[in-house]
Nanobody
Framework: VQLQASGGGLAQDGGSLRLSCTAS????????LGWYRQAPGNERELVAT???????QYGDSVKGRFTISRENAENKVSLQMNNLKPEDTAVYYC?????????????????WGQGTLVTVSS
């Protein structure tokens, strides 16, 4: 499985950026795609994910500012980031979790992209 991300870069406080990520390879139909981020000295945190069924989760710090969308046919997820703040500066990682439900024990796998830097200047 490969996760190919694009977008990111530099924005000003209050500006916008868009990230996209396409998953390729073989993975289970039940899955969720999304983004995590990690700033220097901080732990990796949830930004947003969307399941293959359309269920969306956002991290508390981005609710109301970021919007995630998904194109299932292309296994592509996009993240529109509006009203960016300096505290959004981080490396953003595309993430794929796939699951094969099983009555005894689900089979699950996690995959990560290489990361793309988002810098927001004040």
């Amino acid at each position: 499985v490969q996760l190919q991300a694009s977008g990111g870069g530099l924005a000003q406080d209050g500006g916008s950026l868009r990230l996209s990520c396409t998953a390729s390879g073989r993975f289970f139909k039940t899955n969720w795609l999304g983004w995590y981020r990690q700033a220097p000295g901080n732990e990796r945190e949830l930004v947003a994910t969307v399941t293959s069924g359309g269920y969306i989760q956002y991290g508390d710090s981005v609710k109301g500012r970021f919007t995630i969308s998904r194109e299932n046919a292309e296994n592509k997820v996009s993240l529109q980031m509006n009203n960016l703040k300096p505290e959004d500066t981080a490396v953003y990682y595309c993430y794929l979790h796939s699951r094969r439900p099983d009555p005894w024990r689900d089979e699950e796998h996690d995959y990560w992209g290489q990361g793309t830097l988002v810098t927001v200047s004040s």
